[in-house]
């Protein structure tokens, strides 16, 4: 089978991909999360929470930031919340959500499947369910679906590298190589995360781990990305 990406842009004012968040604190990675991406296109695709993730969690993941963003904070604070979850505590409940202001970052799904990918595509173009940068609120600032953004017999790496451009770059920050964060097999060297959705189901949301390598991709003069 022929290894196919599709590309697709997150970016928006605000986006929030939280991989740890516990209770009153509430974090964001850097980038979009496997599981934040994930759920996004089941969105898309009108998938319940109980359907079967595995053809989508096999997909393998790569980002580029094109705008880093800068890492914000919500300070909160809410009254009675027992009248909506008796297991509350009592009293007002503080918590710290934090998010990334105006980032733009380049996401690449690479598989063999490529009617899967094309079903993507067209969900993310017209999709079943309101689709969010990583939390209800957080809409997208643009399109997600790129209608150029499958690349067929292209890998990972390779299309993260030859797309131009989706957004400029934070003042002072022209010259400066973009990070990306690939999605890499166990054995080799790089980061463990655990993101990877197996259930998305309320009560019993469960994630499997991955392996990521962070890189950073050469600019030229223009800011585009060296190909």
Not at 14 to 34: C, I, N, Y
Not at 89 to 109: E, H, I, K, M, Q
Not at 112 to 126: F, S, T, V
Not at 193 to 198: E, H, S
């Amino acid at each position: 089978m022929i290894k196919c990406t599709l590309l697709l842009r997150c970016a928006g004012p605000m986006q929030s991909w939280g991989s740890r968040s516990r209770f009153s604190e509430r974090d964001t990675e850097r980038e979009p999360t496997k599981s934040g991406v994930i759920g996004l296109i089941c969105a898309a695709l009108g998938r319940p929470r109980e359907a079967a993730l595995d053809n989508l969690a096999s997909l393998r993941l790569g980002v580029r930031a094109d705008r880093e963003g800068v890492v914000m904070r919500d300070y909160h604070t809410a009254l009675e919340v027992r009248k909506s979850d008796p297991k509350a505590p009592a009293g007002t409940v503080v918590s710290n959500r934090y998010y990334l202001a105006d980032a733009a970052f380049l996401v690449g799904l690479e598989g063999d499947d490529e009617a899967l990918l094309q079903e993507i595509q067209r969900a993310l173009g017209d999709p079943r369910w309101p689709i969010f940068l990583g939390r209800k609120a957080f809409v997208p600032g643009e399109p997600v679906q790129l209608t150029d953004g499958l690349r067929r017999g292209v890998g990972l790496e390779e299309a993260l590298r030859g797309y131009p451009r989706i957004a400029a770059p934070q003042r002072d920050a022209r010259d400066t190589p973009m990070r990306t964060v690939i999605e890499v097999p166990f054995g080799e060297e790089g980061e463990t995360r655990q993101d990877v959705p197996v259930s998305f189901v309320s009560d019993a949301r469960r994630f499997a781990l991955r392996k990521v390598r962070i890189g950073a991709l050469p600019v030229g003069e223009d800011g585009a990305p060296c190909t």
